[in-house]
Nanobody, 125 residues
Framework: VQLQASGGGLVQAGGSLRLSCRAS????????MGWFRQAPGKEREFVAA????????YYADSVKGRFTISRDNAKNMGYLQMSNLKPEDTAVYYC???????????????????WGQGTLVTVSS
């Protein structure tokens, strides 16, 4: 399984970005998916997760109400829509995936076996 994240860039505070994650796998609908981020000098942290079919989502408190995770299994794509961005959202964002039972999501990085290369999001004040 290979994951490729894209869509990062430089945006002003209050702006929006949509990150994409392309999965090279036969049946993406068998995999739960998550987004994590790592800011300079900090540990990687959980951002959002969704179940195999996209019916369940879970968010870190810091992004709840501002970020939306979604997926299109027919296209082998995952997304993270980010709105009302803040300077503290600046980080490298990673998508992750793992085989999972239906309706299961995960918030720990150790629950994901497959990771994308990361895409940098920079939010200026």
């Amino acid at each position: 399984v290979q994951l490729q994240a894209s869509g990062g860039g430089l945006v002003q505070a209050g702006g929006s970005l949509r990150l994409s994650c392309r999965a090279s796998v036969r049946t993406f609908s068998n995999y739960r998916m998550g987004w994590f981020r790592q800011a300079p000098g900090k540990e990687r942290e959980f951002v959002a997760a969704t179940s195999r079919g996209g019916t369940r989502q879970y968010y870190a408190d810091s992004v709840k109400g501002r970020f939306t995770i979604s997926r299109d299994n027919a296209k082998n794509m995952g997304y993270l829509q980010m709105s009302n961005l803040k300077p503290e959202d600046t980080a490298v964002y990673y998508c992750a995936a793992n085989l999972a039972p239906p309706n299961a999501y995960a918030v720990r990085s150790e629950d994901y076996a497959y990771w994308g290369q990361g895409t940098l999001v920079t939010v200026s004040s």
